[in-house]
């Protein structure tokens, strides 16, 4: 069985502090009922979450109003074959067969398009996670800055747009290094919305 995307862990982990009466399902190797597609949760990339439709309204209304923040990419509620339970899965996608399937490393495709072969995900999140010196600085700069400000509720959203890219592009000049000053220009644009 493949382990637990990080995006499902962090949902999940999540919900069960807010929402601790749930129930959850995960991994189960299959396509999409009534369908040849391969359903996320072959990848262990998805989350059934259950229990009294009341509760289950709330919670559908708390992940539509943070889909960037858990990287969703599909939330299904109160449609065909969802009227119990909410089905949620994320980016990066399980793509084309999974690995329980052919017992070959399984690939991810990612919200830009590029397609990663590995046999874990978490070890390309680790990779993407890892951030120089530097760049932990300029994080920290845009953090302090976003807890800094109070006039807008519109600079923290773009400042986490800004670090969800980074966490791919990473801060860089057209060399490709960090630099105080690509960072700190990057921090005055935050400043001005």
């Not at 999409?32 to 229990?51: P, R």
């Not at 953090?143 to 747009?161: D, H, L, M, R, T």
């Amino acid at each position: 069985m493949p382990r637990q995307t990080p995006p499902s862990i962090q949902a999940e982990t999540i919900l069960r502090s807010l929402y601790p009466t749930l129930t959850y399902g995960r991994y189960n190797c299959r396509p999409i009922s009534g369908s040849t597609t391969w359903s996320q949760h072959s990848w262990n990339n998805a989350l059934d979450i259950w229990g009294p439709v009341s509760l289950l309204d709330e919670v559908n209304q708390f992940l539509r109003d943070n889909l960037e923040a858990f990287n969703i990419r599909v939330r299904l509620w109160r449609v065909r074959n969802h009227f119990a339970h909410i089905h949620v899965d994320f980016w990066p996608k399980g793509f084309r067969i999974p690995g329980c399937s052919t017992g070959l490393a399984s690939r991810y495709q990612y919200p830009d398009g590029n397609i990663r072969i590995n046999t874990t995900l978490i070890n390309t999140y680790e990779e993407t996670m890892a951030f120089t010196e530097e760049q932990e600085k300029v994080l920290k700069e845009i953090v302090a800055a976003v807890v800094g400000e109070e006039s807008s509720g519109y600079f923290a959203k773009y400042a986490i747009q800004l670090i969800r890219e980074a966490r791919t592009k990473r801060l860089h000049n057209h060399t490709g290094e960090v630099t105080a000053e690509s960072a700190h220009a990057r921090l005055d644009k935050l400043k001005e919305i």
